[in-house]
């Protein structure tokens, strides 16, 4: 009887990780989406190419190396997948490395739906890099990057939060990031930033004397559509976060981290849109989606603690602090074609602390220095790839290619050729 409800278990928890999984891989066609009608058109085909092999690489490298890296311990490799094969001691042995990997020792589930799971949020990181670096960086450059990226950067302050593994004051000190508003966005924003100072604003963003030319996307209608992927894919992002779902606590957790993670997004959307409105008396649908979006990872390092008010209110504190933030990144001529580092990098560090808010075991130092520990090992690892990949290929297109477009440069086809006047 015992080992019967071991598997049914095991099946559950697997099964639930892997429909997760399946959410969160779908947020990549989200941010390719977003995007791609962020970026003008003659930029289309680059930001999806982009998009399609960041995820082909970061599933190879995670696999490869960062999954040890991350939780060590080989579990992933030992090839144990069916609790059929089990017997007594298999069974205790699987609950035993799934508490050394840093997990619950209740969670049950196959070491390659935890890889599945774990795998993709390693690629929508690495997403967050592209939109931010869009429309004059070379891709082999970009791919480069993306390799040391997924396969050592990421893993390694994963190993010291998520894994465990080192680093231990960080653990010591209560550090809390449910489900990655650091651990995940605000590492990819910070990786982003490194890119973008070394990389340089755009021809044409800023003039001569400061001023700030908009520059609009080609396809609003292929943003607001990648929105709405990312928007669902969260579900799975947060929602997979529990690492399990049998027993009545743990479903009704999964039901308020659902609840509050659509409660987050809405008012990081209306609090965008109206912050929009009254500085430039318009509603700004560009806001709008990255108001939700900003909701979204506001709420990613804690969702399942608070009362869906505070969500709410927690996702509006983060759709107002996005609208602030992409202005004030403007001024100082920090080209982020998408708002990527002000959603992920501004409003995850915000997500950090709003966990004071509802967890009574999460301290502001442990938060400050979690977040502190997050974005400098990434921003200066990430600095010194980028410039080691700057000096020996560059990391820009020429003044002629960024002109004509990336998409002809460096995939030698458009988007829209039928568009194209000759």
């Known amino acids: 009887m015992e080992n019967q409800i071991f598997e049914l278990q095991y099946a559950l928890d697997t099964f639930y990780f892997l429909i997760c999984g399946a959410l969160v891989m779908w947020m990549a066609a989200g941010f390719a989406m977003l995007e791609a009608?962020?970026?003008?058109?003659?930029n289309t085909t680059e930001i999806l190419t982009k998009n399609v092999a960041l995820f082909a690489i970061a599933c190879t490298m995670y696999m490869v190396c960062g999954y040890e890296l991350m939780y060590g311990g080989g579990y992933f490799l030992s090839g144990v997948t069916t609790v059929a094969?089990?017997?007594?001691?298999?069974?205790?042995?699987?609950?035993?490395?799934?508490?050394?990997?840093?997990?619950?020792?209740?969670?049950?589930?196959?070491?390659?739906?935890?890889?599945?799971?774990?795998?993709?949020?390693?690629?929508?990181?690495?997403?967050?890099?592209?939109?931010?670096?869009?429309?004059?960086?070379?891709?082999?450059?970009?791919?480069?990057?993306?390799?040391?990226?997924?396969g050592f950067i990421y893993p390694m302050e994963g190993s010291w939060t998520w894994g465990g593994n080192a680093v231990p004051f960080i653990g010591e000190l209560s550090f809390s990031d449910y489900a990655g508003s650091g651990i995940v966005h605000m590492a990819g924003a910070a990786a982003a930033l490194a890119g973008v100072l070394l990389l340089g604003p755009r021809k044409g963003k800023y003039g001569k004397e400061g001023q700030i030319m908009a520059i609009p996307g080609a396809n609003l209608p292929m943003a607001t559509l990648g929105t709405f992927i990312l928007w669902m894919g969260w579900f799975g992002f947060n929602g997979g976060s529990t690492l399990k779902l049998g027993g009545v606590a743990v479903a009704n957790e999964v039901a308020n981290v659902f609840l509050n993670t659509n409660a987050a997004a809405a008012g990081g959307l209306i609090a965008a849109l109206v912050t929009a409105f009254l500085l430039f008396r318009k509603a700004d649908l560009?806001?709008?989606?990255?108001?939700?979006?900003a909701g979204l990872v506001a709420i990613t390092a804690e969702p399942a603690d608070p009362t869906p008010l505070l969500a709410t209110m927690i996702g509006a504190a983060g759709g107002v602090l996005v609208v602030f933030s992409i202005l004030a990144l403007d001024k100082l001529k920090i080209d982020d074609p998408v708002g990527a580092i002000s959603v992920h990098g501004v409003v995850g560090l915000w997500g950090i602390f709003a966990v004071l808010l509802s967890d009574s075991d999460a301290t502001f130092i442990g938060q400050l220095t979690g977040a502190l520990v997050i974005f400098t090992w990434v921003f200066v690892c990430s600095l010194i790839v980028w410039s080691i990949i700057k000096a020996v290929m560059g990391i820009r297109v020429s003044a002629e290619e960024e002109y004509e477009g990336v998409d002809i440069a460096e995939c030698g086809m458009e988007a829209y050729p039928e568009f194209t006047s000759k």
């Open 37 to 42: 009608g962020l970026v003008r058109s003659k």
């Open 85 to 150: 094969q089990m017997d007594d001691a298999a069974i205790a042995g699987v609950l035993a490395a799934s508490a050394e990997n840093g997990f619950d020792g209740d969670s049950v589930y196959s070491g390659a739906s935890d890889f599945f799971f774990q795998v993709v949020f390693v690629a929508t990181c690495m997403s967050i890099v592209s939109g931010a670096v869009a429309e004059r960086m070379k891709l082999w450059a970009f791919l480069v990057f993306s390799v040391v990226m997924t």
């Open 286 to 293: 560009t806001m709008a989606l990255n108001g939700a979006l």
